[in-house]
């Protein structure tokens, strides 16, 4: 997490670095600070807070003005959230000064060794033991700054993605990266860098992602040099051209990302099939999947790692696969998985699904299960992401930069990835016939029409927002494909409102969970058409009789469920396996407008960050 913005050209660095850091705001907003080189000294400003809190303080405190700078918004690790361990952090001789991306594990003996050599700490952080630790290198070995850097980095066991300046030498930055992602903008006799390409988008489309183990000189004028850490090898720059542009990371007259996102989805999930789905020809390209069919159509099994939203698509994912393909699938949270010493083999295929690519869990999970000889396939929606490139194939989900901290577009557009996955496979294993194939492709087709039409329910959505917004607790219900959904509505709600929610089988709840409903409890149930409609509705009137508020997100024209929910948001008809990318729309919408009426940061939750890029 934390997001890290550096610039070094002819262009006063305050503006970029500023607005880059609000454009960084989604990986973490607990502090802020900056660190700018005004031709004379380093002026540097940290705050607890904002990045906009940042702004206001640092205007009325320090000149802004310079040509290189760098800046950080902190998701806090070590040390909670205050002034003192916001980043940038000095060197004790006030010489150096950096900002941090990721975790130094060794810190504490690091930290040891430095104080026994008469080294001061002013923060809890791990950077500044790494600060010092560069300066320790530096001085006693009389080294350039790049070179101590490398020699303390070997050093050094953790993640980083870091950049650090020499108030001495104030025409480079050293930037070096381990396990956090570091992108670099290449413009004219100018280099930016940033946690994500978002913040120099509008000054160029050149860019190169440092590789793990990679660290980079930029000097004013002078070409970017790159090298291996360990082995100080030159590496060849290979610069990729952006495909990203200055709408996708704006709101575009929405309130908030995550609403704007939410309406995204038509666009999204057509741009994720688009060229991979031709209903005409009643074919599924995908090559991550074609190049590699043999090992699929050998495997054993799937097992889905992944955490959080993405966890919840693989849930969904293990009914279509099982259902459409007859493949055994395991959904494993990455955090458990990674620890426990899994059964793997070489007959396994490991889906690892992640929105950022750079989940720590989710990315440890596929190196360990590559370990062991697994096949590793990415879904991924950041392209060149860390766990995009771990795996040794995949498929992009093409949702677009998603900004919000809460997960939609995501979600729906990694079902459908998913989802076209299982059909390519179930057509080359002959678990499906031709005719059955070509159905759902069409009806795949006109899920995007679908999910517009869904979004037509939001003014009803709202006023059923009004009527829950003040519920302490909310339970949500579903069965089959649509008991993912209920997790994921949940999680939606509890994270953007911290209204406490739980989702579960629509069935398990007389196992347990019926003993919460009373009056005050809202219920949430999925209950379309298909499937397990009847012992769905069962459900229902258990929950009536006991006097429980019943939302039903149920199909088009349904109305057994009419006669019995306090409310009913429909949905447009299709097949069992495709309703979750309906379903979820509603759930969606109520969270947000459940989180806006209660005056929340929706795009900001608290605590949370969007990449969590530790463990
Ligand atoms: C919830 C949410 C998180 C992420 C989780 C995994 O709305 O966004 O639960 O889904 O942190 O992130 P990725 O998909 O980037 O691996």
Known sequence: MCGIVGYIGHREAYPIIIKGLQRLEYR??????????????????????????????????????GTLGIGHTRWATHGVPNDVNSHPHYSNSGDLVIIHNGIIENYDSLKKELINRGYTFKSDTDTEVLINLIEDVKKNENLKLGKAVQIALNQVVGAYAIAVFDKNKPNEIVVAKLGSPLAIGIGE???????????????????????????????????????KIKTDALVDPYMQELQLNLEQIEKGGYDHFMLKEIYEQPSAILDTFRGRLLSNEAVIKLAGVEDNMKKFLAADRIIVVACGTSWHAGLVAEYIFEDLARIPVEVEYASEFRYRNPVITEKDIV???SQSGETADTLAAIKL???KGAFVFGVCNVVGSSIARESDAGAYTHAGPEIGVASTKA?????TVLTLMALRLARAKGTMSSSEFRHHLIELETIPGKVEEALQSDAYVKTVADIYKDSKNCLYLGRGFNFP????????LKEISYIHAEGYPAAEMKHGPIALIDEQMPIIVIATKKGHYEKVVSNIQEIKSR???IIGIVTKGDVSVKELADHVIEVPETIECLTPLLTTIPLQLLSYHIAVMLNKNVDQPRNLAKSVTVE
């Open 28 to 65: 973490g907003y607990d502090s802020a600070g900056i660190a700018l080189y005004d031709g004379e000294s380093i002026k540097l400003s940290k705050t607890k807070g904002k990045v906009a809190d940042l702004k206001e303080k640092l205007e009325n405190e320090i000149s802004t003005s």
């Open 189 to 227: 006799d100018e280099y930016f860098i940033a946690s994500d390409a978002s913040p120099f988008i509008e000054f160029t489309k050149n860019a190169i992602y440092l590789e793990d183990e990679q660290m980079a000189i930029l000097r004013r004028g002078k070409d970017i040099k790159i090298r």
């Open 351 to 353: 889906i690892a699904i």
């Open 369 to 371: 299960a590559k370990s």
């Open 411 to 415: 979600f729906t557009t990694q079902i």
């Open 485 to 492: 959904v209920a997790l994921e509505g949940a999680l939606k």
């Open 547 to 549: 006097k429980g508020r």
